[in-house]
């Protein structure tokens, strides 16, 4: 057994909730009259040279001081016009370089992004990335109920109050039976003081995102970037809530590490994700990953962090999340089978099995109320089998729960201290 596992089954028999696994630019020489004149290949003379008749007219030298005159004048002119440009180039933050290749004179473009470039683009999304406290009751590890909350960050998608944000930000609330307990708050940038009241309007869980709203209208939107034209190595700068409400509004730069990264998320099914090493810490959740024009080009989801590691933050791409969205508010109504139970996605089947446990989902927590909370399932419970189908992990647990619709009865097997147990289980349903 690898001795860095941590035995998820010690203390079984108590009921656990175990907390969720989210940046520029320096005279004439005078001779004295009756004096003699120094010459220096003759030496002293009596008298100084006599001086030679001009060989040209007076209108002739006037002409060429005004000719002179002039060019000095374009030249000067051209000067400062030249300097002014460089003098603009240089407060925009935007100097260019131009390198040419001998070979084939083609011409490459340079853009350097500056601190002021990254200042403009805080002053722009900052107003459209707020805050989000989810608040419900959860079972606590010695089994009774007690209240929880959940922090992270969201981005203002419609003027009209709808708002984009991670699944697991608002998780809570979302699988809470006990409405009466559960809330999401809202804080605007403009007043980080007043809580606003919030709604869900619906959520994929699969993909990690959820769509709330709130009673307000002429709010500032942020402009969608496209996630298909980014490219690696250019401006990326991620603004959030990293550790909660209390550092609301940071920014943090950096650059897009890598495109189509395929991560598993948290609970999630696997996707593809944009890359990049702007620090992105938890609270970020949520939260904007915008580009040099300050479009959205991703909502900030992950991170990975260790010995090992620097920090590799990762983000939804924004044309996957636009069609996640908009297809949650305009089919807020469409239902799935609901369990409610979170599986973890650390202790895989493989893993499970080299600590001499069967493979399955072993199961994180339950939701205070749910349809697996009625029927006796626990924390570190193991499901082998879901409607008489084997599961390994998540993805096939998750896989056959979808194939199901709420209010059908299924077969569960769950492995628990030694023995198998088979239960039925009526499902609920949601919109994840």
Known sequence: MDNNYINPF??????????????????????????????????????????????????VLIACCVICSLLAGIVASGTMIMADKFAVGTEMGQQSEQQSDNKNNTVINIEKPSNELISVIAQKVSPSVV?????????????????????????????????ITNYHVISIVAEATNKSNAAIQVFLP??????ISASIVGFDSESDLAVIKIEKTGLPAVEIG?????????????????????????????????????LKLEGTAQIELIQTDAAINPGNSGGALVNAKGQLIGVNSAKIAGEEYEGMGFAIPSNYTVKVC????????????????KISTEYTG???????????????????????DKIGIRTMDIITEFDGVKVTDYSQYNSERLKHKP?????????????????TITLGESNN
């Open 190 to 195: 403009s007043d980080p003081q007043t809580a």
């Open 350 to 372: 493989e893993v499970l099995q080299k600590m001499g446990y069967p493979a399955g989902a072993l199961v994180e927590s339950v939701v205070e109320g749910s349809p697996a």
């Open 226 to 262: 496209d996630s298909e034209k980014i490219e690696v190595g250019e401006t990326a700068v991620a603004i959030g809530n990293p550790g909660g409400l209390r550092y609301m509004g940071s920014v943090s730069s950096g650059v897009i590490s890598g495109l189509n990264r395929t």
């Open 131 to 163: 805050g989000i406290r989810a608040t419900a009751s959860v079972n606590s590890f010695f089994g009774f109920s007690q209240q929880s909350s959940d922090e992270g960050s969201g981005i203002i998608y419609k003027s009209n109050g709808y708002i």
């Open 326 to 341: 908009d297809n949650i508010i305009n089919n807020k109504d469409v239902k799935r089978a609901y369990v409610g139970v």
């Open 407 to 423: 209010g059908e009865s299924v077969q569960l097997k769950v492995y628990r201290s030694g023995r198998y147990y088979d239960v």
């Open 10 to 59: 010690d203390n079984h028999d108590k009921k656990e909730q175990t907390a969720s696994p989210l940046n520029s630019f320096n005279d004439q020489l005078k001779v004295p009259t009756g004096q003699s004149f120094y010459s220096p290949m003759g030496g002293f003379d009596a008298k100084p040279p006599k001086k030679e008749k001009n060989k040209y007219p007076l209108s």
